[in-house]
């Protein structure tokens, strides 16, 4: 089932989030890849990693750009309707966050982004509306990266630009 927003820039802000997670995968390495949380609303989203540290200032910097740089790439972004199995059997826990897809759910919608190489820069089990391409996200602007120790969690807000 796709679960759609009211409007085209939440469509963009949520894609942005797969976006901006395979951007920081890309940055901070294997240790950022699980998802703990996600929040979008209008033009802003908001990403929530599990990590065990603040990243710096040169890699939240690294993240936006790499992130801008998958937008400039204008990306196919394809959207998989596959049976449970055959999904993990192709992406393993790759595809999985921390909040599980309940166990009853037998169809799943991945969603793909392959990077120019063909290598994948984020593979999501996601029911979420998503862009045809990166392309269409627009420029996303990082906000105030927050890294909660208490709970192993970094929180990386963002906005993308009113237009694509």
Known sequence: MDVTYPDEVSVRAHTALHVVKGAAVWVLGEGARWTAGTFVEGGHGRLTLKFERKPTPEEISKIEEEANRCVER????????LERGEAESRFGDLMY?????????????????RDVDGNIWNVNACN???TESTGRVGRIALGDVRFRPSRGTLEIPFDVSTTP
């Open 74 to 81: 204008d990306l196919r972004i394809e959207v998989l309707e």
């Open 97 to 113: 966050d921390l909040f599980p897809v309940p166990a009853d759910v037998r169809i799943l919608r991945v969603v793909l982004i």
């Open 128 to 130: 979420k509306s998503h």
